[in-house]
């Protein structure tokens, strides 16, 4: 009898150890990785800022700039293959195609004006849209690091002739 009750004491761990490895293991959800070679059919396009006015597409190959009182104006501006792949691994050291988290828990304060981003970004046949905005004082982890893709997008922009060429911005939002 004590030889069946010491091998009960043994198997009972083992069982209850490979239990907790199936519900645990089950339960983990694996973020889904984008691969290190830029796809083929790689593009996006974000508008941002106050309005959401200015916007930068490369479905398109255009970029609108925001004159404020003075409307918007679009030209056409492709990115090279370094810029695009520069960009690529901007998005995929932060893994857009994981579930951000964009919406900020905090919900007491609202301030006006607060700029916005929309973004769409397709790759390996797969579209993903985002949005944030700073109407609420304050951004997630996620969101602050799509403003910093966005910011390094549009210093791209920035330094383009034909961006540089484009009239100021007139006026202001209140």
């Known amino acids: 009898m004590p030889d069946r009750r010491q091998a009960r004491l043994f198997i009972f761990p083992i069982m ?12 983990t959800k694996e973020e889904p990785a984008m691969p290190e070679t830029m796809p083929a059919d790689f593009e996006f396009s974000v508008r941002y800022g106050i309005t959401s006015k200015n916007a930068i597409n490369t479905f398109e190959d255009k970029v609108t700039k ?4 003075d409307g918007t104006i679009t030209v056409d501006l492709a990115f090279s293959e370094t810029e695009m792949r520069s960009i690529y691994d901007r998005m995929r050291e932060l893994n857009v195609l994981r579930d951000l988290k964009l919406e900020s828990r905090i919900k007491n304060c609202f301030q006006t004006p607060f700029t916005e981003d929309y973004w769409k970004i397709q790759m390996n046949g797969e579209t993903r849209i985002f949005h944030w905005s700073e109407e609420n004082c304050s951004l997630t982890k996620d969101a602050a690091k799509l403003k910093e893709l966005r910011e390094f997008v549009h210093m791209i922009v920035s330094a383009q002739k ?7 911005a007139k006026g202001g939002y209140h």
């Open 16 to 27: 209850v150890s490979i239990l907790l490895l199936l519900v645990v293991g089950c339960g």
């Open 66 to 69: 925001d004159l404020v009182s």
């Open 162 to 168: 034909v961006y540089t060429d484009l009239p100021k």
